[in-house]
């Protein structure tokens, strides 16, 4: 980290950083794009693991078309209206999909005093699912999304957390390339979470999923922490 001086502000990404994600994911995807392939007649193929797993953090199109053969990419919305009651239904089944340790480290945030806010390259509809059906709500102090109030970008999303919690004095914590992006548009130390899906050697941090791993790199080390 470039401070050792505790954040007043953590923001996280969701999908692949708080949440496993792909526990869940690659499965709903398969019989999304049956389904969707029954609906419309669309000849398509049943999506790989790998190739489900490389999109998630993504936005929008970027989620959707890879799923789609050339020349029907642009009906992603069509795919996405067929797979997202799926993901709802995921999401508020009572089952938690949150990494090991999550509630617990939310919850040590809050008791050390730092502000917490989510990012996520999302809709509202899947983050209102996320934030209920995952108990994320009442772990974190803001959700933001690309449907929050002027929003278009995961940086805007920054710039609405720094505002809610009067404080620009923040780290961003997340697994893709694209919050790292958000980070540096702030010019706001940026924390990598560790996976197999992106490589990013110039984090300022890289965290492997434990507890007090991440509080002690947030400059928290006298927090008797365990690793999940």
């Known amino acids: 980290m470039t401070t050792r001086i505790p954040p007043e ?37 049943e999506p790989s693991y790998d190739l489900a797993c490389s999109v998630v953090g993504m936005r929008d199109e970027g989620v959707w078309a890879p799923f789609l053969p050339d020349g029907e990419k642009h009906r992603w919305r069509d795919l996405r209206a067929v797979v997202l009651p799926m993901e709802v239904a995921v999401m508020r089944s ?17 008791r050390l005093g730092a502000k917490t806010a989510l990012a996520s390259n999302c809709r509202s509809t899947y983050m209102a699912a996320v934030r209920e059906g995952q108990g994320l709500e009442v772990l974190t102090d803001w959700q933001f999304c690309l449907d929050s109030p002027g929003v278009s970008s995961k940086a ?44 990013i050697s110039d984090a300022d941090a890289v965290w492997e999923g434990g507890v007090g791993e991440l509080l002690s790199i947030l400059g928290f080390p006298e927090y008797p922490g365990r690793a999940p």
């Not at 496993?20 to 193929?45: E, N």
């Not at 919690?165 to 940026?190: C, L, S």
């Open 156 to 199: 805007d999303m920054l710039a609405c957390a720094f505002a809610a919690a009067n404080t620009k004095h923040a780290v961003m914590v997340g697994d893709r390339e694209n919050d790292q992006g958000a980070a540096q548009a702030h010019g706001i130390p940026f924390i990598w979470r560790r996976n197999q899906r992106c490589t």
């Open 94 to 110: 009572g089952q938690s999909f949150l990494f090991a340790g999550v509630p617990e480290l939310l919850r040590a945030l809050r």
């Open 9 to 45: 502000l953590v923001i996280f990404d969701v999908d692949g950083t708080l949440q496993d994600t792909f526990l869940w994911w690659p499965d709903v995807i398969r019989a999304g794009v049956k389904r969707f392939a029954a609906q419309t007649g669309i000849g398509m193929a």
